[in-house]
């Protein structure tokens, strides 16, 4: 956020005038390397709880011990419990230095944020109201992402029920395949078509879903690209300004959806020996679904920071985080109650 915009304003006098949004605030306040170090701990404890359920696999079935497999495990077990253990003070070391570093930046936050609120409510107050396109209005997609999220909690279910129709056939690579009466099959039958076709819903829901953020990026782009001072409602522009973007949430996509069922491809080919599975050609697909996840969102970084500054130049809005909007829903709700209980 900055108070005025004014270009007789010199560098050394302007950028003091500067504070950072509340996401950007927090990220700085918070060492990326704490978040590594919790994430070791809660690493290292899961290895600890897997080595212990191999040891007592190992106690309980001493045919196991014959097996590669359980002794693999307790090498790699203890490979991650020994980084956890050893990197565990490094990491809290370098937190530590990154808290001593960003403490000058930090410390005159919170007496130069109250100015500059004020300043961009006396900026938002003096610029045009300008409602923007019509797609930019929450009220304009709520079904879309009412199904997609409706949808979308079912789709852990059906990929389950997809899976076990066909265990129900074939429990394992090497069980023979099994067979029921007639009402049995048309179930089995009717199970893998179900889930199949919930599956494709989804998909196409969630594809949707993501062009149409992307045709509301593009259309909230186009809107402030003269640069021009204007004000409008919180709510057409929260979403692109603390929300997930299209790139974004289709990386996350390739890697919560894509690659997971392309592994669960993989293991039915591997243990099921499934017909219409291909090990050799599902793992390289879940590879590659990480790494364009990955490009995909690395390249969405930048042009991202440019669009939301340019609303923020534009439209003033304030310091917004999920924690404000959260605040404006929950007064907008009990006003509406209000309202209702007064008429």
Not at 126 to 152: F, H, K, M
Not at 270 to 298: E, G, N, R, S
Not at 308 to 332: C, E, F, I, M, Y
Request: hydrophobic share 55%; charged share 20%; glycine share 6%.
């Amino acid at each position: 956020m900055r108070p005025n915009d004014h270009p007789e304003h010199d560098r050394a006098a302007y950028v003091p005038r500067f504070v950072d949004v509340g996401g950007g605030r927090s990220r700085v306040a918070r060492a990326a390397l704490d978040v590594v170090r919790k994430l070791m701990l809660w690493s290292g404890l899961v290895t600890l709880a897997g080595a212990g359920l191999l040891v007592m696999l190992l106690v309980t079935e001493p045919e196991a011990g014959a097996e590669p497999a359980p002794w693999i495990g307790l090498v790699v077990c203890a490979v991650v419990v020994i980084a956890w253990i050893g990197l565990a003070p490094v990491l809290t070391a370098a937190a530590d230095r990154w808290d001593g570093r960003t403490y000058l930046l930090t410390a005159n936050w919170e007496s130069r944020h109250t100015f500059v609120e004020q300043a961009e409510e006396r900026r938002r107050a003096a610029s045009v109201d300008d409602a923007g396109p019509a797609i930019l209005a929450p009220r304009t997609t709520w079904w879309l992402t009412w199904a997609t999220g409706a949808t979308g909690a079912a789709l852990g279910l059906a990929v389950v029920t997809w899976f076990v129709s066909f265990v129900m056939r074939k429990p394992c690579r090497r069980c023979e395949e099994l067979s029921y009466d007639e009402p049995g099959e048309r179930f089995i039958d009717w199970l893998s078509a179900t889930s199949g076709v919930v599956m494709a819903v989804l998909a196409a829901l969630l594809i949707a879903h993501l062009v149409v953020l992307r045709v509301r990026e593009i259309a909230a782009a186009r809107w402030i690209a003269d640069g021009q001072p204007r004000r409008t409602r919180a709510e057409r522009i929260e979403r692109f300004l603390i929300g997930s973007r299209a790139a974004v949430l289709f990386a996350q996509g390739l890697v919560a959806a894509v690659a997971p069922a392309a592994l669960v491809v993989a293991f039915a080919d591997i243990w099921f020996d499934v017909y219409w599975a291909d090990a050799a050609i599902a793992l390289p697909l879940a590879a590659a679904a990480f790494i364009v996840a990955m490009i995909i969102a690395v390249s969405d970084a930048d042009a991202a920071v440019r669009e939301s500054n340019a609303l923020r130049a534009a439209l003033s809005p304030g310091d917004l985080t999920p924690k404000t909007v959260a605040a404006r829903v929950a007064a907008q709700r009990v006003a509406r109650k209000t309202s209702k209980v007064a008429a």
